[in-house]
């Protein structure tokens, strides 16, 4: 049984008066030197201002956040001034002044750009205790001589090649090695080096678990696992032989569940159980922090060793929660402040009155919140080695002083490495000592000490709602940092393997019919494993589908809009019901991993329920009425609709095109890709269950040269949805132009046929995120997406800097079979795709220098993820579509010539900046010729209702699936005019005679 504390009053008077002799203690005023030092600093006036103005903070963090990737004080010069002269920041007038300059070259530019550098140079110094290690020992040796000890944290841990992974790691090993030798000659300071007659380590550093695994996922738990604890087993071993304890911090939410589960299992393990010299952080900003700390209670009675347990408030929680909102998650954090405040006392007398089994570390610069640790540490007489407390270099230190002379021992967060990594650190400390909630900010303004010390309170939540966009309330993807959700995926790929091997029937009016000929589905990863047998229908059959789908016209059209409304939403239901299994569907049947699948889900839920509330929005028409006149603008269905739908979005494509043509009144029926006829069979069952009529929706699969052909062309067909390859789609295009006899109406065509897409990532991009998303983007199913990057396009400064780590990030990809956790690039389609995609690899290899081709499995159609550089920019693989896990990378000389290149193809579908100049992201939304333009981020994962998908030139015509436009497509628009005088007379509205 876990010990509870008793109530917060019972700590609550030692508590406050004890906050009010630390507050006193921090508020002693310093000598008449350092007032005006501080008074003449100019990176003290950055902060000032930036607490004044909530417009310049933003900018001005955005500044900081590029400075370190600027090569020369003209381009600092240029950066600073789009920064700080946007419309929403007002400036102080010193500012002004040094902002007064005309030409980034000029003399007053150059001391504008020296002067901030250095402001912020000495800003990040403040927080960040050195580049070197040289640098560090004498940082650490300074805090010693201050009775305190240190915990030193390796910035940069944005791990994106196992190349810095390997680096990572043996850069910790020297730090120990170094850290520890010098750490012999230092000698012991009572206060922090021994507590309760054991001597304690001198050097402590602060590891995050993931950097140790380039390829670290949560989805993938084993694998990650092995790979991580090997490095970690070797970590450990070299800390205990240099006397040294090691910290595990906990980082986003998403890695927290796999984390904890590695760790707990780990130091269970006979080689480290003993190890009391270990800690692992904990978040109180979480909900559900409490019953993880009640966790490590549990597990440390077991273990019978304490740990020690780091207690933070939490470094993410913009980016949680931002995340859990884009993703329409439930939000991992606590949104008012006071919530996180409650929540941390009430895990500290949790942890604390537990201190037999785990020792604590009260990390924070909220003078009540260590009061209250402390008065329940002194209360109970908890042993020294038991508690302490914390702080971050370079924030609290007069806090940390006082806590010493109480006698208490304080250890200090110090993070160190060189200033580019470090970057999202110092933002973090800039907006948390900016934050007007900050303690450090309130207790600075010397805000009334009665209320500094008093219990944290709730009040009403400020943040409601989701952040902007439209009022469509989209569908979660799964969260795969959830063990319960990771049980439910692999219970969905258990279900589908049973399922292997069955025949599939066409639906024909209702009824599944035999045929004389089938085709067999394989999965890709294994082609000798039959996914399904599958029947295709005849030209008869054909004949017989079209002439049910006509008679079912008659009714349907004359379906209220609600109606059809409700059988949409019915099967988004269905769908979600049995995401797992679809998902697992997809795994089998087009070798797509479960990470990529799962949107896909959620895409084909969103058609379903966007698309009737559309219907329902556009079924109320339009009233132009005049005085003695009604003027109605309304909707009709066109007639029967063809969808032909592709094999790489088999799921969501088939579905929102069908349930497009339904919900707007139209018979539908569905031709899917020969490749993954099984999964429209599964959209053919959720649309039946769903109470489609009989002939409004059939499912007709078939050979594109034979069925697709002859129903392209046949008279009956009023529309044809299309999304597949530039050729095919130009064919149906010109083909459903031809008016056939007895034709008489003209055939409306949507189509969605590819892209050439690029990425342009410019000398001011932040390369951890640009190599990320350029991998992502051009290797996520293969590549094999209309949206996917298929040529990343470097400015000459960044161009080598951004080819070796792009290199070093493909070769740490993982392929093989996509039912595999730990694979993240899987098979292509077929046999074809790969004979195509191979000789286009051959051929890059003449254009251009391969620069990295992974190593496949033998088995399966799989192919290389290839990167080849140096292409020129008219090169055949930096044209054509290839459709499969190439990159081509082009240089370009500047950001004209990106531009140039991005939009010197035939397509014009999805592009891509990495960019932090705001000159280039204003010229990118103008000039980028696509149709989906994604700005620091990937490119691929559209998403319904938010970002709207669709493109143009050859890259396909029609609306945007997923935005408002879309169902005009599926309507025809008639208005209807009466005159409703009768004899001179007709109702005026508000007249009164």
Same mark, same amino acid.
């Given at each position: ?26 508020? @002693? ?9 501080? @008074? ?77 550098? #250095? ?31 240190? =915990?030193?944290?390796?910035?940069? *841990? ?55 695994? =380039? @390829? ?56 480290? !159980? ?19 700390? #009640? ?42 402040? /006071? ?46 080695? +038991? ?6 270099? &370079?924030? &609290? ?67 409601? %709602? ?30 589908? $393997? ?51 789908? #006509?008679?079912?016209? #008659? ?41 990529? %699948? ?96 009989? &002939? ?6 078939? !050979? ?13 067909? $009023? ?43 410019? *000398? ?23 949206? /996917? ?29 996509? +039912? ?39 088995? %399966? ?29 082009? +240089? ?18 999805? %592009? ?11 010229? /990118? ?27 143009? +030139? ?40």
């Amino acid at each position: 049984m876990v010990a509870v504390a008793n109530s917060i009053s019972s700590y609550e008077n030692t508590t406050q008066a004890i906050a009010k002799e630390l507050i006193q203690a921090t508020r @002693q005023k310093g000598n008449i030197f350092s007032q005006l030092k501080e @008074q003449i600093q100019f990176d003290d006036k950055l902060m000032n201002w930036t607490m004044s103005n909530p417009g310049l903070r933003v900018q001005l963090f955005r500044f900081i956040d590029a400075l370190p990737a600027l090569k020369s004080n003209s381009e600092i010069a240029r950066h600073l001034q789009q920064y700080l002269t946007t419309e929403e920041v007002e400036l102080p007038d010193a500012l002004k002044g040094i902002l007064n300059f005309t030409e980034p070259n000029t003399p007053p530019a150059q001391i504008a750009s020296a002067t901030i550098t #250095k402001a912020v140079e000495t800003l990040a110094y403040k927080y960040i205790s050195g580049e070197t290690i040289k640098e560090v020992i004498k940082a650490v040796e300074r805090i010693r001589k201050e009775k305190m000890c240190f =915990s030193i944290d390796l910035l940069g *841990e944005a791990v994106i090649t196992e190349v810095e992974a390997q680096s990572y790691l043996q850069n910790y090993l020297d730090l120990i090695t170094q850290l520890s030798n010098q750490a012999q000659k230092w000698s012991n300071i009572t206060e922090i080096d021994v507590a309760d007659g054991e001597n304690l380590p001198k050097v402590q550093v602060s590891v995050k678990l993931t950097a140790f695994y =380039s @390829q670290f996922d949560p989805i993938d738990p084993e694998g990650s696992k092995i790979k991580v604890c090997d490095r970690i087993r070797t970590l450990l071993r070299h800390a205990k032989d240099h006397n040294t304890a090691v910290h595990f911090d906990i980082e986003q939410y998403v890695y927290k569940d796999v984390v904890i589960s590695i760790l707990r299992e780990l130091l269970m393990e006979e080689e480290f !159980k003993t190890r009391t010299d270990i800690g692992v952080t904990l978040q109180a900003y979480l909900r559900d922090s409490e019953d993880d700390l #009640k966790g490590w209670i549990n597990w440390a009675k077991k273990r019978a060793y304490p740990i020690t347990i780091r207690l933070v408030k939490g470094a993410y929680w913009d980016q949680e929660t931002i995340k859990s909102r884009q993703n329409h998650w439930q939000q991992p954090v606590f949104n008012d402040k /006071a919530e996180t405040d409650i929540n941390y006392e009430k895990l500290t007398r949790l942890l604390l009155e537990n201190h037999d089994y785990l020792n604590s570390a009260i990390a924070s610069h909220n003078v009540r919140t260590q009061a209250n640790a402390i008065a329940i540490a002194e209360t109970l007489k908890i042993p020294k080695r +038991k508690f302490e407390c914390q702080i971050l270099y &370079g924030m &609290g230190e007069t806090l940390a002083r006082a806590i010493v002379k109480r006698g208490h021992r304080v250890r200090v967060y110090a993070p160190y490495g060189q200033l580019l990594p470090g970057m999202a650190y110092l933002i973090r400390r800039l907006l948390e000592n900016t934050a007007n909630s900050s303690f450090l900010r309130q207790n600075a303004e010397e805000k009334p000490i009665e209320e500094l010390v008093a219990p944290p309170t709730l009040k009403v939540s400020l943040i409601k %709602g989701d952040l902007g966009g439209s009022n469509f309330e989209g569908t979660p993807d799964t969260d795969y940092g959830r063990e319960s959700n990771l049980t439910k995926a692999r219970q969905g790929l258990t279900i589908v $393997h049973n399922q292997l091997g069955k025949t599939y029937l066409p639906l024909i009016n209702g009824k599944y019919v035999e045929t004389e000929e089938y085709i067999d589905s394989v999965n890709p990863s294994n082609p000798s494993e039959i996914v399904g047998k599958i029947g295709l229908i005849s030209l008869s059959q054909a004949d017989e589908a079209m002439n049910s789908a #006509k008679k079912a016209f #008659k009714t349907w059209s004359k379906t209220t809009a609600k109606e059809r409304a409700d059988i949409l939403r019915k099967a988004g239901d269905i769908i979600e019901s049995r995401r797992h299994e679809l998902t697992a569907w997809m795994c089998y049947e087009v070798g797509k991993i479960l990470k990529e %699948g799962d949107p896909e889900i959620s895409e084909a839920i969103d058609f379903c329920r966007y698309y009737a509330s559309e219907m329902e929005r556009l079924d109320q028409g339009y009233n132009y009425d005049v005085a003695g006149e009604i003027d109605r603008y309304f909707y009709q269905p066109r007639g029967i609709a063809l969808i032909v739908s592709p094999w790489n979005f088999p799921f969501a494509i088939a579905m929102g095109m069908t349930v497009a043509a339904l919900v707007a009144g139209n018979c539908a029926l569905l031709k899917p890709a020969a490749t993954s006829t099984v999964i429209g069979a599964k959209i053919a069952e959720i649309l039946t269950e769903a109470g489609i009529p009989d &002939g409004v929706f059939q499912y007709i699969p078939g !050979k594109g040269s034979v069925i697709g052909d002859y129903l392209v062309k046949h008279p009956d067909i $009023h529309l044809i949805a299309f999304t597949g390859s530039r050729e095919v789609g130009c064919k149906i295009y010109a083909d459903a132009a031809i008016l056939q006899p007895k034709q008489r109406h003209l055939k409306r065509v949507i189509a969605e046929m590819g892209g050439k897409n690029a990425i342009i990532i410019d *000398e001011s991009a932040d390369l951890d995120q640009a190599v990320a998303g350029v991998v992502q983007s051009a290797f996520g199913f293969s590549g094999q997406k209309c949206s /996917a990057c298929s040529r990343a396009i470097g400015l000459s400064t960044v161009y080598d800097n951004f080819v070796e780590r792009l290199t070093e990030a493909v070769k740490s990809i993982n392929v093989g079979d996509a +039912k595999n956790p730990s694979t993240k690039v899987g098979p292509v389609i077929d046999a074809i795709a790969q004979k195509r995609i191979l000789e286009y690899i051959e051929k890059g290899k003449q254009e251009g220098k391969l620069a990295i081709q992974v190593i496949t499995p033998e088995n %399966g159609y799989f192919v290389p993820p290839t990167v080849v550089v140096d292409i020129p920019e008219n090169a055949t693989i930096a044209q054509e579509e290839i459709f499969g896990p190439v990159l081509a990378v082009i +240089k370009a000389n500047n950001f004209d010539h990106a531009l140039a290149i991005a939009n010197g193809t035939d397509y014009a579908l999805t %592009g891509g900046l990495y960019s932090r100049t705001p000159e280039h992201i204003d010229r /990118a939304y103008k000039e980028f010729e696509v149709g989906n333009l994604y700005i620091n981020r990937g490119i691929t994962g559209a998403i319904v209702a938010r970002q709207p998908f669709g493109g143009f +030139k050859l890259s396909g015509v029609g609306s945007k699936a997923g935005g408002p436009d879309y169902l005009l497509q599926f309507l025809e628009p008639r208005v209807v005019t009466e005159n409703i005088q009768r004899q001179g007379f007709a109702p005026i509205e508000g007249a009164d005679y």
